[in-house]
């Protein structure tokens, strides 16, 4: 008989990934994100539906992660700015192959999501100039 008592509890990838990205608006604001930095009331412009108060949970959630940064510019009133890390630009292809899934799905043409390999460079090379 096989003692499992010294054995680690071995955690499932994908319930991994998703307990960091599956709550509510997690998705949607990390697709807003990939159009370029954000401040608070553009994600609450962008996501009708949001209350600022779900908003603000999520950020602190995705930024724990490491999946997003936050910089507070010392201005008065204080101006934040949220981006996506380099962890962040990681669920991209995930995202990619979402998008993708839904166009077929929905049987319709392409949609202005910035997911797909070419927007992000394109992107990645308007917020360097």
């Known amino acids: 008989m096989f ?6 509890k071995i955690q ?5 990934i ?11 604001i990390l697709r807003e994100l990939f159009m370029g930095q954000r401040r608070t009331h553009e994600f609450l412009d962008a996501l009708p539906g949001i209350s600022t108060k779900t908003l603000t949970a999520r950020l602190r959630e995705l930024e724990r992660h490491g999946l997003i940064r936050r910089k507070v510019y010392p201005e008065v009133p204080p ?5 996506l890390t380099d962890k962040g630009r990681e669920i991209q292809p995930l995202m990619s192959t979402l998008k993708q899934l839904g166009e077929t799905w929905l049987q319709q043409q392409d949609c202005h999501c910035p997911i797909v390999p070419n927007d992000l460079d394109d992107i990645e090379e308007s917020s360097v100039a």
Do not use: A, H, M
């Open 3 to 8: 003692d499992t008592s010294n054995c680690q």
């Open 12 to 16: 499932c990838p994908i319930q991994f």
């Open 18 to 28: 998703l307990d960091i990205v599956g709550s509510k608006w997690s998705i949607l």
């Open 79 to 83: 101006r934040v700015e949220y981006s």
